[in-house]
C-alpha cells in the first residue's frame, strides 16, 4: 500500500509542483489550501507525512503543527514545515512544535522529494 | 502683691455682710465698718495707716512716672532736636532733674483732674479697669512688633490710634458722663440720636459688661487698623531689618543680644566721654574698668576694643541713667551706625531677584530637559517601530520572492529531469513559470519604485490624458485575470471628460494596482467590480468598487502605508508586496489629487481617486 502524503500551501503553483513529483514517486497525494482545511484532511485522508507551509491565513503552518502534535494518534505523522522565511528563530521555532524537518523556500523539489522517500522509509 | 489681697478678703466680706443694702461705697468697708461699730480708735488707726499709705504710693508712683516721662518721653524729644545742641553739652545733669520735677507736677495735676473730672462716681477697682483696658491697647502692637514680619509703624500707630479713639469712646466718656461733664443724653440715645453709635453698646452689641464690651470694639478696632494699614502700606528698608532682627530673633543666635546686630564703628574715647557727661566721670572710670575687669584686662591702660558688645555695654549703662531710648539716641550718636544705603538695598534685592530669576531659569531648563527627554523617547520608540517595519518588509519582500521563485525552480527541475512528460503539461509548466517570472517582475519593479519615490529620484513624463481611454485600457488588460477569477467588471464612463495633465503609465500602474486589489478581495462565488468616472468642475473622480470583505476601519488609514496590509502579516499570507497602495497614494498626491477608500465591513470597499482639472502645464515638473 503506498505512503500518503498530504500538501497544505495556498501557492496553487507550489502545490502542482510537488503534487506532480509524488504521485510520479509513487504516493497517495492530498492537497490543502489553508490550515483549517488541513487538520479536517489530517483527520479524513490520514496521511503518513503532511508538507506544511507555514505563511497561512487565519491558522498558521505552526498552529497547525502544534494542535497535530497535541493529538497522541497523529503523533507518527510526519511533517515537514516549508516556509520563505529561513531566519533561525522561525526554523528552531518550527522544529521545537514538533516538526522532523524545516525546508527554507525555495527548495530543490527532487531534493524535498528525496527527503520525504527517507522519512518515510525511517 | 497677689498675697495683699487675702487680708482684703475678710473686710470685704464683713462690709457686704453688714451693710446688705449696698448703698456703702465697698472701698471705703475698712473705714466704715469699724464707725459703725463705734470703734474710733481703730478708725483713726486704720484712716491714718491709709493716708499714709495713700501718699506714699503716690509719691512713688509719681517719681517712677516722672522717671519714664522724663527718660523716654522727654529727653528723646529733646535730644533728637538738633537746634536745643543738647548732644553737645558737657553737664545734662540740671536738666534731667528739671525735667523730672516738671514731670511730678504735672502728673500731680493730672491725678487731680481726673479726681474733678470723673469724681466719685467709680469705685477704685472700676478706675483700674479702665486703665487696664487702655494699657491693653498696646498689646497688639507689641506683640505684632515680636512676631509678624509685615507690621509696620504706621500700621502700629494706626492701630493704637484707633484702640484708643474706641477704648476713650466707649469707657472715658460714659465715665464723664456719670460724673456730669457729658450729656446723658449721648449715653441713652447715641451721639445724634444715632442708635447703632451708643456708645454703651456699640453697633448694638448688648447684654455684655461695660468693660468687656470696649475690650471687644477697641481691641477690633485696633487689631484690624493695625494690620490693615501694615498690609496696605510697604516696610521701609529699615522697617525690615529691624523686623528681620526681632522676629528671627532665635535665628540669629543670641550671644550678645540686640548689641549683636549693631552695625557699626565706634571709638572708646567718644563712649568714654558720653558716659561721663550723664554719670560723672568717676562713674565712667568705674564702669569703664568693671568691663576691662570682666575681660581679664586693666582700665586704664590696656586698650578696650570698642565692639558691638563693648557699646551695648555702655548703651545699658546710660539706660540707667537718661532711659532706655535716650540712651540709645546718644549711643547712637557716638557710634557711627552705617545706615542701610539704598545702594545695599538694591545689592540684597538683585542678589535676591537673581536668585529668582535662576531659579526660574533651572526650571524652564529642567522642563526643556524633560520635554527633550520625551522627544528622544518618542524618536526612539519611531525609530524602533521604522526598524521593526523595515524588517517587516524585507522579510514580507523576501518572501514574496521567494515564492515565485520555489514554483519556478520545482516546474524547471520537472522539466529538466522528466523527459516524459506530455506536451500539454509541458506548455502549462512552461506557462507557470512565465507568470511566475512576471510576478518577480512586478515585486522587483515595485520595490525600485518605492527606492526611486523614497529618494526623490522618480521620473514624470507629462502630457494630456483622457481617463476614458486610460481605464478602458487598463480593464482590457486585466480583462483575462477577471475572467480566471469569474469577476464581472463594469465601467461607467461619461461620453466625454476633459484632459488632464498626467503621467499616463503611473495613472495606468494607480488602475491596475487598484483593479488588482479589487479582484483579490472580490466575493470569490460572483465577484462584481464597478468603475465610475465623474466630472465636475473642479477634478476628474475614479471609484473602484468591490463586492469584498470590506476593509476594517481600524485599517482604512493604515493599508496606504508602505509594508502594512490589510490583516496581521505574521499569519496571513500577504497578497502582495504591501507597496502597491502606497505607491499609488504617492503618485496620486503627486497629481494634486487624493486617493482613499471608503468601506463597511461586509459590503465591499471602494477606492476613490481625484485629479484636479486645469493644472498648468509645467506644473507636475515642478512638484517634482
Known sequence: ?122 | MLAINIFVLPIAFGGLLHFPEGNVDADTFVLTLPMAEKQELLALLVFIGGLSAATGMVIVETIALSTMVCNDLVMPVLLRLRRLRLNERSDLTGVLLGIRRGAIVGILLLGYLYFRLAGEAYALVSIGLISFAAVAQFAPAVLGGIFWKGGTRRGALAGLCAGFAVWFYTLLLPALARSGWVPLGLMEHGPFGIELLKPLELFGLAGLDQITHAMIWSMLANIGAYVAVSLAGTPSADEHRQASLFVDVFRQGGEAGGARFWRGTASVPELYSLLARFQGVAAADGAFADYARARGLRWPGDTLVADAEFVHYVEVQLAGAIGAASARIMVASAVKEEALTLEEVRKILDEASQVVMYSHRLEQKSHELEAATAELRAANERLKELDRLKDDFLSTVTHELRTPLTSIRAFSEILNQEPDVDLTQRRKFLGIITKETERLTRIINQVLDLAKIEAGRAEWSEAPVDLRETISDTVIAMSQVFQEKNVRVEARLPEKVTAVNADVDRIIQVMLNLLSNAVKFCNPADGRIDITLTEDERELRVDVRDNGPGVPAADQHKIFDKFVQAGDTLTNKPQGSGLGLYISRHIVEHHGGRLWVQSLPGEGACFSFTLPLGRRAGALARAA
Not at chain 1, 497544505?8 to 514517486?25: S, Y
Not at chain 1, 489550501?33 to 487538520?39: D, F, K, R, V
Not at chain 1, 518550527?94 to 524545516?102: H, I, M, P, R, T
Open chain 1, 1 to 122: 500500500m503506498s505512503k500518503k502524503v498530504l500538501i497544505v500551501d495556498d501557492e496553487a503553483n507550489i502545490v502542482a509542483a510537488l503534487e506532480f513529483l509524488l504521485r510520479r514517486g509513487g504516493y497517495e497525494v492530498m492537497a490543502a489550501q489553508n490550515g483549517e482545511e488541513a487538520l479536517r484532511r489530517v483527520e479524513s485522508f490520514a496521511p503518513d507525512l503532511v508538507l506544511l507551509d507555514v505563511m497561512m491565513p487565519r491558522i498558521s503552518g505552526y498552529e497547525v503543527c502544534r494542535r497535530m502534535r497535541e493529538r497522541a494518534d497523529w503523533k507518527h505523522i510526519k511533517i515537514i514545515m516549508l516556509s520563505a522565511k529561513g531566519r533561525e528563530a522561525e526554523v528552531s521555532k518550527g522544529v521545537s512544535l514538533g516538526a522532523d524537518l524545516y525546508v527554507t523556500k525555495p527548495f530543490s523539489s527532487t531534493e524535498l522529494v528525496a527527503k520525504v522517500g527517507e522519512l518515510l522509509a525511517a
